[in-house]
Every structure is written in C-alpha cells, then in structure tokens.
C-alpha cells in the first residue's frame, strides 16, 4: 500500500470523540501525519500512542489547541468539526460508495494502473488451456473448468492427494506449467512458437522418462493403469546382427505395474526372440542397471 501521506484523497475521518483515531499517526488534520511535523511535535506534549479525544472536552477542542503558538496547525484543527451526535468515530473510504473500507477496493485504488504488455495473451489463454486439457486427457482426470480459478484450484487439489499418484499429477502439472513458460519465452524472446501438439508430445515423452528414472514401484490403482495405457509405459527392444542392422524390433505393454518389470521384461523377450531365431552369440544390452544387477545377483528382486 502506498504511504500514509497519499491516503488523504480516499479518506475521510468523522470525528465523534476521537477515541478511535490516533493523534500522530492518522491523517485526521493536515495533509500528512502530525508527526511529520516537528513544530508540531515540539508544542503538544502528548505521548506518540494519544488520540485525538485528548484534545477535545466537552465536545469542543480544548485549551491545547487553543494555545497552539502554530497558527496555521490552530486553525487547521479548529476547522475540523466534531459531530458530537455520532456514537464513534467513522472513517469514511471515498472511493466506495457505502463508505466502507475495503482492502480489495483499496487495493485497487491505490495500486498504478499498468498497461498490458504486449505478449500478456502470448501464451496465457486459449494456449494454456489446450496443454492443460491434453495433460487431463492423458492423465485420465476430470476437474473443475468453470472458471480459472477454480480449475487452479481443482489441479492443486489432485496434487495433494498424498499418495504416489498425487505426486505423479504434481509433476506432471509442474512440467506443462513449465512448457508453457518456456514457450511464452520463445515467443517473447526468440519470436519462436510452437504448436500445441509439439509440447504437448514433448511433455508426455519427457514425464515417460521421468517415470522410468524416478519411481521404481508404481503402485496398482486404476489411475496407475490409466496412465500407463496413456503413456504407452511398457517394455520393447531391438535386436542387431553384429553389423548393426536391425534384424527384429519388438514391444508389448501389461503385468505387474513395476517399471522395473517391464525393463526384465524387455531382457526375457528379447531373449526368446533370439532363441526362435536360432542366434547363436548374444551380447546383451540395457539402459537399466538395476536390471542387469538383478540378473547377475548383485541385488534382489523386488
């Protein structure tokens, strides 16, 4: 909020008895707290914690004021009315039309009105809206969409879940959340854009790792078997002569939801592909490390 001293446009103190308005720091007289005045400060002795009903008597200003040597604060103080027919003081907010104060309303009264920038609708909008309607398509989800707000607050919801699958559709609102930033940059930056499709495909492939890298059991739930039917989470491999060219690429997906699972899996397939192929030299690779310790007993099986 804005400096005491700019309040006095919005607000307006009716006095009844000055119980509840504080001498120093409300601007109940001049232009700007009294305190600010140190001629002011050197003729009424009154500790900083006063209020103004210490200057009144009998519904009239007192002698203090009366004895004022500042002309100009006399004056001011004594052309401040008291209504005495009111049970307290009010403190009136111009603004509103009820005189009522309002943060809210203050808020926006005293805040800079600024102009929107020009890549305010870059991304922000129908873009958004179209990434957050694919993730819920892939994750499965339904939520709140009848506002902004309250699709906001639906997401954060799912998130909060506590189980392992809240924190699966917490990381996945934070990586569209993130897409989407990186593309407004672009856009701002770079005068660079991407279809909705493009990060929609990137945001699905990179969650895949994700999956696979981070979480090593993924629990069984009907949500779990969702997403992994949408993520195409599965098992698959290829398999080379020893030149290199392809002579089989497989892939398939179901069983234990165990990411680990599947990466065995794609070993034992491959395996019984090279055994119907009657290959005689196999040499063996993966990307799991955690597989091939299984299978040489450097470790045990979930």
Not at 160 to 172: E, H, N, P, T, V
């Amino acid at each position: 909020m804005k400096s005491r001293s700019e309040e006095k446009q919005f607000i307006i103190y009716n006095i009844a008895n000055g119980d509840l308005i504080i001498l120093w720091h409300d601007i109940w007289c001049q232009s700007s707290p009294l305190m600010h005045n140190p001629q002011v400060v050197a003729e009424i002795h009154l500790p900083l914690d006063a209020n103004v009903s210490q200057l009144i008597l009998d519904g009239r200003w007192s002698n203090i004021v009366d004895n004022l040597n500042n002309i100009t604060l006399r004056e001011d103080i004594k052309n401040t009315p008291i209504n005495s027919h009111l049970r307290e003081d009010r403190l009136i907010w111009k603004p509103y039309p009820s005189g009522q104060f309002s943060a809210s309303n203050a808020y926006k009264v005293l805040s800079p009105i600024r102009p929107k920038v020009r890549w305010q609708r870059m991304v922000w909008g129908n873009y958004s809206k179209e990434i957050l309607i694919g993730i819920k398509f892939v994750l499965g989800i339904a939520y709140d969409t009848r506002s902004s707000n309250r699709e906001l607050s639906s997401l954060l919801r799912l998130c909060k879940r506590g189980a392992q699958i809240g924190d699966i559709y917490a990381s996945f609102i934070c990586a569209s959340l993130d897409a989407i930033w990186k593309e407004r940059n672009a856009r701002r930056l770079k005068n660079n854009s991407k279809p909705v499709a493009v990060v929609l495909s990137r945001i699905i492939r990179e969650m895949r790792v994700y999956l696979h890298i981070q979480i090593s059991v993924l629990q069984d739930s009907p949500e779990s078997r969702s997403l992994c039917q949408s993520l195409g989470t599965g098992y698959g491999g290829v398999i080379q002569d020893g030149h290199g060219t392809v002579i089989e690429a497989y892939s398939g997906s179901g069983g234990i939801q165990l990411v680990i699972f599947q990466e065995l899996k794609a070993i034992e397939i491959g395996l019984i592909r090279c055994h119907e192929l009657e290959v005689q030299d196999i040499e063996m690779e993966s990307d799991s490390l955690w597989a091939i310790q299984i299978i040489k007993n450097v470790v045990d099986t979930p």
